[in-house]
Protein backbone atom coordinates (compact mmCIF):
# COMPACT_ATOMS: atom_id res chain seq x y z
CA UNK A 1 0.00 0.00 0.00
CA UNK A 2 3.17 2.66 0.83
CA UNK A 3 3.58 2.46 -2.83
CA UNK A 4 0.34 3.57 -3.89
CA UNK A 5 -0.60 7.25 -3.77
CA UNK A 6 -2.67 8.55 -0.77
CA UNK A 7 -5.52 9.62 -2.59
CA UNK A 8 -5.67 6.61 -4.92
CA UNK A 9 -5.66 4.38 -1.04
CA UNK A 10 -8.94 6.82 0.47
CA UNK A 11 -10.72 6.08 -3.17
CA UNK A 12 -10.08 2.03 -2.83
CA UNK A 13 -11.15 2.38 1.14
CA UNK A 14 -14.62 4.13 -0.03
CA UNK A 15 -15.11 1.54 -3.06
CA UNK A 16 -14.54 -1.39 -0.43
CA UNK A 17 -16.66 0.09 2.20
CA UNK A 18 -19.63 0.07 -0.20
CA UNK A 19 -19.00 -3.45 -1.35
CA UNK A 20 -18.83 -4.17 2.13
CA UNK A 21 -21.76 -2.42 3.55
CA UNK A 22 -23.83 -4.17 0.75
CA UNK A 23 -22.37 -7.89 2.37
CA UNK A 24 -23.15 -6.58 5.40
CA UNK A 25 -26.45 -6.42 5.07
CA UNK A 26 -26.81 -9.19 2.58
CA UNK A 27 -25.60 -11.92 5.33
CA UNK A 28 -26.53 -10.13 8.55
CA UNK A 29 -23.15 -8.74 9.82
CA UNK A 30 -25.00 -5.45 10.68
CA UNK A 31 -24.45 -5.77 14.31
CA UNK A 32 -20.71 -6.86 14.02
CA UNK A 33 -20.46 -3.72 11.84
CA UNK A 34 -22.21 -1.30 14.14
CA UNK A 35 -20.13 -2.70 17.21
CA UNK A 36 -16.67 -3.25 15.87
CA UNK A 37 -16.05 -1.27 12.30
CA UNK A 38 -18.52 1.69 12.90
CA UNK A 39 -16.91 3.11 15.89
CA UNK A 40 -13.88 3.42 14.13
CA UNK A 41 -15.56 5.79 11.99
CA UNK A 42 -16.87 7.90 15.02
CA UNK A 43 -13.03 7.90 16.07
CA UNK A 44 -12.15 9.59 13.17
CA UNK A 45 -14.65 12.07 12.92
CA UNK A 46 -13.74 12.84 16.44
CA UNK A 47 -9.94 12.99 16.36
CA UNK A 48 -10.48 15.57 12.94
CA UNK A 49 -13.14 17.99 15.29
CA UNK A 50 -10.41 17.67 18.19
CA UNK A 51 -8.03 19.04 16.01
CA UNK A 52 -10.07 21.39 13.84
CA UNK A 53 -11.59 23.42 16.71
CA UNK A 54 -7.56 24.56 18.10
CA UNK A 55 -6.54 24.79 14.99
CA UNK A 56 -9.13 27.54 13.14
CA UNK A 57 -7.97 29.16 16.29
CA UNK A 58 -4.16 29.24 16.20
CA UNK A 59 -4.29 29.35 12.82
CA UNK A 60 -6.31 32.66 12.17
CA UNK A 61 -4.43 34.37 15.02
CA UNK A 62 -1.43 33.27 13.48
CA UNK A 63 -2.20 34.10 10.43
CA UNK A 64 -3.42 36.99 11.20
CA UNK A 65 -0.15 38.38 13.14
CA UNK A 66 2.09 37.19 10.16
CA UNK A 67 0.35 39.75 7.99
CA UNK A 68 2.15 43.32 7.36
CA UNK A 69 -0.79 45.31 8.58
CA UNK A 70 -4.14 45.93 9.59
CA UNK A 71 -5.01 47.32 6.03
CA UNK A 72 -3.99 44.60 4.67
CA UNK A 73 -6.11 42.29 6.92
CA UNK A 74 -9.25 44.62 5.97
CA UNK A 75 -8.86 44.29 2.33
CA UNK A 76 -8.28 40.30 2.98
CA UNK A 77 -11.66 40.29 4.71
CA UNK A 78 -13.99 42.40 2.77
CA UNK A 79 -12.37 40.53 -0.03
CA UNK A 80 -13.11 37.02 1.41
CA UNK A 81 -16.84 37.90 2.28
CA UNK A 82 -17.78 39.41 -1.21
CA UNK A 83 -16.19 36.46 -2.79
CA UNK A 84 -18.21 33.80 -0.44
CA UNK A 85 -21.26 35.54 -1.09
CA UNK A 86 -20.46 35.55 -5.22
CA UNK A 87 -20.31 31.71 -5.28
CA UNK A 88 -22.52 31.54 -3.01
CA UNK A 89 -25.20 32.68 -5.35
CA UNK A 90 -23.86 31.72 -8.44
CA UNK A 91 -24.01 27.99 -7.40
CA UNK A 92 -27.45 28.50 -6.67
CA UNK A 93 -28.27 30.27 -9.80
CA UNK A 94 -26.53 26.76 -11.62
CA UNK A 95 -28.61 24.71 -9.24
CA UNK A 96 -31.75 26.84 -10.04
CA UNK A 97 -31.26 26.38 -13.90
CA UNK A 98 -30.70 22.72 -13.89
CA UNK A 99 -33.89 21.98 -11.96
CA UNK A 100 -36.08 24.47 -14.20
CA UNK A 101 -34.65 22.94 -17.32
CA UNK A 102 -34.91 19.24 -16.27
CA UNK A 103 -37.86 19.91 -14.14
CA UNK A 104 -37.19 16.23 -11.84
CA UNK A 105 -40.28 17.00 -9.83
CA UNK A 106 -42.81 16.36 -13.21
CA UNK A 107 -41.37 13.00 -13.76
CA UNK A 108 -43.70 11.08 -11.46
CA UNK A 109 -47.19 9.98 -12.37
CA UNK A 110 -50.16 12.36 -12.61
CA UNK A 111 -51.66 10.64 -10.08
CA UNK A 112 -48.92 10.47 -7.80
CA UNK A 113 -48.62 14.51 -8.67
CA UNK A 114 -52.42 15.05 -8.19
CA UNK A 115 -51.87 13.06 -4.41
CA UNK A 116 -49.44 15.17 -3.22
CA UNK A 117 -50.91 18.55 -4.49
CA UNK A 118 -54.15 17.42 -1.87
CA UNK A 119 -51.47 16.93 0.61
CA UNK A 120 -50.56 20.68 -0.46
CA UNK A 121 -53.86 21.93 -0.10
CA UNK A 122 -55.01 20.09 2.97
CA UNK A 123 -51.98 21.69 5.04
CA UNK A 124 -53.27 25.27 3.12
CA UNK A 125 -56.27 24.43 4.72
CA UNK A 126 -54.88 23.57 8.19
CA UNK A 127 -52.44 26.79 7.94
CA UNK A 128 -54.77 29.74 6.70
CA UNK A 129 -52.32 32.36 7.13
CA UNK A 130 -49.43 31.19 4.54
CA UNK A 131 -50.54 32.64 1.23
CA UNK A 132 -51.56 30.37 -1.83
CA UNK A 133 -49.29 30.34 -4.70
CA UNK A 134 -51.83 30.13 -6.84
CA UNK A 135 -56.03 29.50 -7.69
CA UNK A 136 -56.15 26.36 -8.16
CA UNK A 137 -58.25 23.52 -5.76
CA UNK A 138 -57.68 19.99 -7.22
CA UNK A 139 -59.20 19.00 -3.34
CA UNK A 140 -62.32 21.04 -4.28
CA UNK A 141 -63.27 19.06 -7.22
CA UNK A 142 -65.82 16.26 -7.04
CA UNK A 143 -63.82 13.69 -8.89
CA UNK A 144 -61.48 14.03 -6.38
CA UNK A 145 -63.54 13.36 -3.01
CA UNK A 146 -62.30 9.84 -3.00
CA UNK A 147 -58.53 10.66 -3.05
CA UNK A 148 -58.88 13.42 -0.98
CA UNK A 149 -60.68 11.36 1.73
CA UNK A 150 -58.12 8.69 1.34
CA UNK A 151 -55.29 11.22 1.71
CA UNK A 152 -56.66 12.48 4.87
CA UNK A 153 -56.58 8.99 6.38
CA UNK A 154 -53.06 8.26 5.58
CA UNK A 155 -52.15 11.41 6.92
CA UNK A 156 -53.82 10.53 9.90
CA UNK A 157 -52.58 6.99 10.23
CA UNK A 158 -49.18 8.29 9.67
CA UNK A 159 -48.56 11.19 11.89
CA UNK A 160 -45.92 13.31 12.41
CA UNK A 161 -42.09 12.08 11.61
CA UNK A 162 -40.37 12.68 14.72
CA UNK A 163 -36.96 13.90 12.81
CA UNK A 164 -39.09 15.91 10.58
CA UNK A 165 -40.52 17.75 13.81
CA UNK A 166 -37.71 17.96 15.11
CA UNK A 167 -35.77 20.03 12.24
CA UNK A 168 -38.67 22.03 12.26
CA UNK A 169 -38.47 22.90 15.89
CA UNK A 170 -34.68 24.26 15.29
CA UNK A 171 -35.95 25.78 12.42
CA UNK A 172 -38.31 27.49 14.01
CA UNK A 173 -36.12 28.69 17.00
CA UNK A 174 -33.80 29.82 14.57
CA UNK A 175 -36.33 32.44 12.66
CA UNK A 176 -37.92 33.38 16.24
CA UNK A 177 -34.87 34.82 17.01
CA UNK A 178 -34.56 39.07 16.38
CA UNK A 179 -32.87 40.70 13.12
CA UNK A 180 -29.64 41.38 14.85
CA UNK A 181 -29.98 38.45 17.10
CA UNK A 182 -27.05 36.26 14.68
CA UNK A 183 -24.54 39.65 15.12
CA UNK A 184 -25.19 39.21 18.99
CA UNK A 185 -24.42 35.46 18.50
CA UNK A 186 -21.17 36.45 16.77
CA UNK A 187 -19.78 37.72 19.97
CA UNK A 188 -18.67 34.77 22.40
CA UNK A 189 -19.44 35.78 26.31
CA UNK A 190 -16.72 33.09 26.98
CA UNK A 191 -14.65 31.88 25.11
CA UNK A 192 -13.46 28.83 26.89
CA UNK A 193 -17.56 27.62 26.35
CA UNK A 194 -17.49 28.32 22.59
CA UNK A 195 -14.46 25.82 22.64
CA UNK A 196 -16.11 23.33 24.28
CA UNK A 197 -19.30 23.98 21.95
CA UNK A 198 -17.49 24.39 18.73
CA UNK A 199 -19.38 28.01 18.42
CA UNK A 200 -17.14 28.71 15.47
CA UNK A 201 -18.61 32.01 14.35
CA UNK A 202 -17.27 32.67 18.25
CA UNK A 203 -14.06 31.15 18.08
CA UNK A 204 -13.14 33.07 15.08
CA UNK A 205 -14.23 36.25 15.98
CA UNK A 206 -12.10 35.74 19.07
CA UNK A 207 -8.83 34.55 17.33
CA UNK A 208 -9.48 37.61 14.49
CA UNK A 209 -9.82 40.17 17.54
CA UNK A 210 -6.77 38.51 19.81
CA UNK A 211 -4.40 38.41 15.89
CA UNK A 212 -5.57 42.11 15.45
CA UNK A 213 -4.38 43.41 19.00
CA UNK A 214 -0.96 41.19 18.52
CA UNK A 215 -0.34 43.46 15.32
CA UNK A 216 -1.00 46.83 17.62
CA UNK A 217 0.91 45.85 20.98
CA UNK A 218 4.69 46.80 20.61
CA UNK A 219 6.73 43.88 18.92
CA UNK A 220 8.83 43.38 21.77
CA UNK A 221 5.68 42.38 23.67
CA UNK A 222 4.20 40.56 20.79
CA UNK A 223 7.04 38.51 19.67
CA UNK A 224 6.98 35.88 22.81
CA UNK A 225 3.09 35.88 22.39
CA UNK A 226 3.35 35.00 18.33
CA UNK A 227 6.05 32.30 18.88
CA UNK A 228 4.11 29.94 21.52
CA UNK A 229 1.17 30.82 18.94
CA UNK A 230 3.07 29.66 15.96
CA UNK A 231 4.83 26.77 17.65
CA UNK A 232 0.80 25.49 18.52
CA UNK A 233 -0.07 25.99 15.32
CA UNK A 234 2.87 23.63 14.28
CA UNK A 235 2.11 21.21 16.70
CA UNK A 236 -1.91 20.68 15.32
CA UNK A 237 -0.34 20.35 11.72
CA UNK A 238 1.43 17.55 12.48
CA UNK A 239 -1.57 16.20 14.18
CA UNK A 240 -3.18 16.93 11.01
CA UNK A 241 0.11 14.63 9.19
CA UNK A 242 -0.58 11.92 11.12
CA UNK A 243 -4.06 11.39 10.88
CA UNK A 244 -3.91 11.81 7.08
CA UNK A 245 -1.56 8.94 6.70
CA UNK A 246 -4.20 6.22 8.47
CA UNK A 247 -6.99 8.32 6.64
CA UNK A 248 -7.71 4.86 4.18
CA UNK A 249 -8.27 2.76 7.20
CA UNK A 250 -10.34 5.32 8.60
CA UNK A 251 -12.54 6.33 5.79
CA UNK A 252 -13.23 2.51 5.43
CA UNK A 253 -14.62 2.25 8.68
CA UNK A 254 -16.93 5.54 8.05
CA UNK A 255 -18.13 4.08 4.94
CA UNK A 256 -18.88 1.06 5.68
CA UNK A 257 -20.35 1.94 9.45
CA UNK A 258 -22.92 5.03 7.51
CA UNK A 259 -24.19 2.52 5.20
CA UNK A 260 -25.06 -0.58 7.10
CA UNK A 261 -26.60 1.92 9.68
CA UNK A 262 -28.95 3.33 6.33
CA UNK A 263 -29.99 0.20 5.45
CA UNK A 264 -30.41 -1.47 8.68
CA UNK A 265 -31.90 -5.04 8.24
CA UNK A 266 -33.57 -4.95 4.44
CA UNK A 267 -31.09 -5.14 1.42
CA UNK A 268 -33.76 -2.79 -0.71
CA UNK A 269 -33.29 -0.14 1.74
CA UNK A 270 -29.80 0.24 0.98
CA UNK A 271 -30.65 0.11 -2.50
CA UNK A 272 -33.44 2.65 -1.79
CA UNK A 273 -30.95 4.73 -0.38
CA UNK A 274 -28.95 4.87 -3.38
CA UNK A 275 -31.79 5.18 -6.28
CA UNK A 276 -34.70 6.72 -4.53
CA UNK A 277 -35.24 9.98 -5.86
CA UNK A 278 -33.17 9.28 -8.90
CA UNK A 279 -34.56 11.81 -10.80
CA UNK A 280 -34.02 14.48 -8.09
CA UNK A 281 -31.01 13.14 -7.11
CA UNK A 282 -28.69 13.26 -10.09
CA UNK A 283 -30.11 16.60 -11.02
CA UNK A 284 -28.71 17.80 -7.61
CA UNK A 285 -25.65 15.72 -8.26
CA UNK A 286 -25.40 17.12 -11.85
CA UNK A 287 -25.49 20.95 -10.46
CA UNK A 288 -23.00 20.07 -7.70
CA UNK A 289 -20.68 18.82 -10.63
CA UNK A 290 -20.99 21.71 -12.74
CA UNK A 291 -19.47 24.31 -9.99
CA UNK A 292 -17.29 22.12 -8.60
CA UNK A 293 -15.61 20.63 -11.77
CA UNK A 294 -16.24 23.40 -14.10
CA UNK A 295 -17.20 26.96 -12.42
CA UNK A 296 -14.78 26.86 -9.57
CA UNK A 297 -11.46 25.44 -11.81
CA UNK A 298 -12.47 28.27 -14.65
CA UNK A 299 -12.28 30.59 -11.92
CA UNK A 300 -8.83 29.70 -10.85
CA UNK A 301 -7.57 29.46 -14.32
CA UNK A 302 -8.82 32.59 -15.08
CA UNK A 303 -7.74 34.76 -12.11
CA UNK A 304 -4.76 32.25 -10.84
CA UNK A 305 -1.73 32.22 -12.78
CA UNK A 306 0.07 29.22 -13.72
CA UNK A 307 -2.66 27.14 -11.98
CA UNK A 308 -4.32 25.06 -14.38
CA UNK A 309 -7.79 23.23 -13.51
CA UNK A 310 -6.36 20.07 -14.04
CA UNK A 311 -3.71 20.86 -11.42
CA UNK A 312 -6.32 22.84 -8.98
CA UNK A 313 -8.35 19.90 -8.85
CA UNK A 314 -5.31 17.08 -8.74
CA UNK A 315 -4.20 19.59 -5.34
CA UNK A 316 -7.51 19.80 -3.74
CA UNK A 317 -8.64 15.75 -4.29
CA UNK A 318 -7.69 14.27 -0.93
CA UNK A 319 -9.37 17.19 0.35
CA UNK A 320 -11.94 16.29 -1.68
CA UNK A 321 -12.46 12.38 -0.46
CA UNK A 322 -12.37 13.62 3.11
CA UNK A 323 -15.03 15.59 3.11
CA UNK A 324 -17.52 13.21 0.43
CA UNK A 325 -16.68 10.26 3.90
CA UNK A 326 -16.96 12.99 6.84
CA UNK A 327 -20.00 15.10 5.21
CA UNK A 328 -18.30 18.08 7.42
CA UNK A 329 -16.45 20.86 5.99
CA UNK A 330 -15.24 21.52 9.75
CA UNK A 331 -13.98 18.15 10.20
CA UNK A 332 -12.42 18.38 6.67
CA UNK A 333 -11.09 21.64 7.72
CA UNK A 334 -7.36 20.33 8.90
CA UNK A 335 -6.83 18.32 5.57
CA UNK A 336 -7.85 21.02 3.68
CA UNK A 337 -5.68 23.66 5.04
CA UNK A 338 -2.66 21.35 4.73
CA UNK A 339 -3.95 20.19 0.54
CA UNK A 340 -4.22 24.09 -0.08
CA UNK A 341 -0.75 25.06 1.38
CA UNK A 342 1.02 22.40 0.13
CA UNK A 343 -0.48 22.16 -3.46
CA UNK A 344 -1.53 25.10 -4.14
CA UNK A 345 0.69 26.93 -2.45
CA UNK A 346 -1.68 29.52 -0.53
CA UNK A 347 0.45 31.09 2.05
CA UNK A 348 -0.48 30.56 5.52
CA UNK A 349 -1.55 34.09 6.17
CA UNK A 350 -3.73 33.65 4.17
CA UNK A 351 -5.14 30.09 4.27
CA UNK A 352 -5.42 30.10 8.03
CA UNK A 353 -7.80 33.17 7.32
CA UNK A 354 -10.00 32.50 4.64
CA UNK A 355 -10.50 28.64 5.22
CA UNK A 356 -11.69 28.28 8.42
CA UNK A 357 -13.97 31.32 7.92
CA UNK A 358 -14.94 29.69 4.33
CA UNK A 359 -15.99 26.28 6.77
CA UNK A 360 -18.56 28.51 8.76
CA UNK A 361 -20.27 30.58 6.09
CA UNK A 362 -19.33 29.01 2.98
CA UNK A 363 -22.12 26.74 2.20
CA UNK A 364 -22.07 26.75 -2.17
CA UNK A 365 -22.90 23.17 -2.48
CA UNK A 366 -25.75 23.43 0.46
CA UNK A 367 -27.53 26.21 -0.64
CA UNK A 368 -27.55 25.20 -4.92
CA UNK A 369 -28.88 21.34 -3.38
CA UNK A 370 -31.64 23.91 -1.69
CA UNK A 371 -32.52 25.48 -4.75
CA UNK A 372 -32.99 22.28 -6.13
CA UNK A 373 -34.74 20.58 -3.87
CA UNK A 374 -37.27 23.53 -3.12
CA UNK A 375 -37.93 23.77 -6.46
CA UNK A 376 -38.16 19.91 -7.22
CA UNK A 377 -40.52 19.40 -4.39
CA UNK A 378 -42.81 22.58 -5.93
CA UNK A 379 -42.69 20.60 -9.21
CA UNK A 380 -44.03 17.37 -7.41
CA UNK A 381 -47.15 18.88 -5.85
CA UNK A 382 -47.97 20.69 -9.47
CA UNK A 383 -46.54 24.33 -7.84
CA UNK A 384 -45.07 26.23 -10.48
CA UNK A 385 -42.87 29.09 -8.49
CA UNK A 386 -42.45 32.25 -10.69
CA UNK A 387 -38.96 33.86 -11.39
CA UNK A 388 -40.00 36.45 -8.27
CA UNK A 389 -40.10 33.47 -5.55
CA UNK A 390 -36.96 31.89 -7.09
CA UNK A 391 -35.12 35.29 -6.33
CA UNK A 392 -36.44 34.48 -2.79
CA UNK A 393 -34.62 31.30 -2.77
CA UNK A 394 -31.78 32.49 -4.14
CA UNK A 395 -31.51 35.15 -0.85
CA UNK A 396 -32.88 33.38 1.35
CA UNK A 397 -30.35 30.41 0.91
CA UNK A 398 -27.22 32.91 0.70
CA UNK A 399 -27.90 34.33 3.95
CA UNK A 400 -29.18 31.08 5.65
CA UNK A 401 -25.78 29.15 4.88
CA UNK A 402 -23.88 32.15 6.81
CA UNK A 403 -23.63 30.58 9.79
CA UNK A 404 -24.68 26.91 9.19
CA UNK A 405 -23.71 24.45 11.33
CA UNK A 406 -20.10 22.79 9.46
CA UNK A 407 -21.72 19.02 9.91
CA UNK A 408 -23.85 16.51 8.13
CA UNK A 409 -27.12 17.14 7.41
CA UNK A 410 -27.46 20.84 8.82
CA UNK A 411 -28.75 22.30 5.67
CA UNK A 412 -31.91 20.15 6.08
CA UNK A 413 -32.42 22.27 8.89
CA UNK A 414 -31.92 25.56 6.87
CA UNK A 415 -34.34 24.27 3.76
CA UNK A 416 -37.10 24.71 6.31
CA UNK A 417 -36.25 28.11 6.97
CA UNK A 418 -36.24 28.43 2.63
CA UNK A 419 -39.19 26.54 2.12
CA UNK A 420 -41.00 28.68 4.66
CA UNK A 421 -39.65 31.50 2.45
CA UNK A 422 -41.55 30.87 -0.16
CA UNK A 423 -44.67 29.88 1.20
CA UNK A 424 -44.46 25.57 1.27
CA UNK A 425 -44.98 23.00 3.53
CA UNK A 426 -41.56 23.00 5.67
CA UNK A 427 -42.46 19.00 6.26
CA UNK A 428 -41.69 18.09 2.99
CA UNK A 429 -37.89 17.43 3.84
CA UNK A 430 -39.43 14.00 4.92
CA UNK A 431 -39.94 13.43 1.05
CA UNK A 432 -36.12 13.92 0.69
CA UNK A 433 -34.73 12.11 3.59
CA UNK A 434 -34.12 9.10 1.93
CA UNK A 435 -31.30 10.07 0.00
CA UNK A 436 -30.14 13.07 1.99
CA UNK A 437 -27.21 11.17 3.88
CA UNK A 438 -25.57 10.43 -0.25
CA UNK A 439 -26.45 14.20 -1.25
CA UNK A 440 -24.67 15.54 1.87
CA UNK A 441 -21.52 13.52 0.60
CA UNK A 442 -21.86 15.27 -2.49
CA UNK A 443 -22.34 18.69 -1.34
CA UNK A 444 -19.89 18.68 1.03
CA UNK A 445 -17.16 18.33 -1.79
CA UNK A 446 -18.28 21.21 -3.26
CA UNK A 447 -18.38 23.14 -0.06
CA UNK A 448 -14.53 22.44 0.89
CA UNK A 449 -13.81 22.92 -2.80
CA UNK A 450 -15.27 26.60 -2.86
CA UNK A 451 -12.94 26.87 0.51
CA UNK A 452 -10.10 26.15 -1.57
CA UNK A 453 -10.80 27.96 -4.86
CA UNK A 454 -11.29 31.54 -2.57
CA UNK A 455 -8.43 30.88 -0.89
CA UNK A 456 -6.35 30.41 -4.29
CA UNK A 457 -8.26 33.43 -5.54
CA UNK A 458 -7.39 35.38 -2.76
CA UNK A 459 -3.51 34.61 -2.33
CA UNK A 460 -2.90 35.60 -6.61
CA UNK A 461 -4.89 38.95 -5.48
CA UNK A 462 -2.80 39.55 -2.57
CA UNK A 463 0.45 38.95 -4.17
CA UNK A 464 0.12 41.16 -6.73
CA UNK A 465 -1.54 43.85 -4.27
CA UNK A 466 1.66 43.82 -2.45
Excluded at 234 to 263: Q, R
Amino acid sequence: MKRIALHWQVIIALVLGIIYSILAVQYGWQEFTKSWIDPFGSIFINVLKLIAVPLVLFSIISGIGSLKNIKQLGRVGVKTLLIYVGTTMSAIIIGLFCVNLIQPGNYPSDESRLEKRIEYELWLRDNPDVPRLDKECYSCKEENAELVASVIERISREGVNEDVADKIRKAKEKKAKGPLQPLVDVVPPNIILALAEMEMLQIIFFAVFFGLVLIMIDKKKSKAVSRLIDGLNEVFIAMVNIVIKTMPFFVFALMAGSLVKAAGDNLDKLQEQLVFLLNYSWVVVFGLALVAFVLYPTLVKIFVKGMSMKGFLRGISRAQLTAFSTSSSMATLPVTMETVHDNLNVPKSISSFVLPIGATVNMDGTSLYQGVAVVAMAQFHMIELDIAQQIVIVLTATLASIGAAAVPSAGLVLMIVVLESVGLNPAWIAIILPVDRILDMCRTVVNVTGDATVSSLIASSESEAL
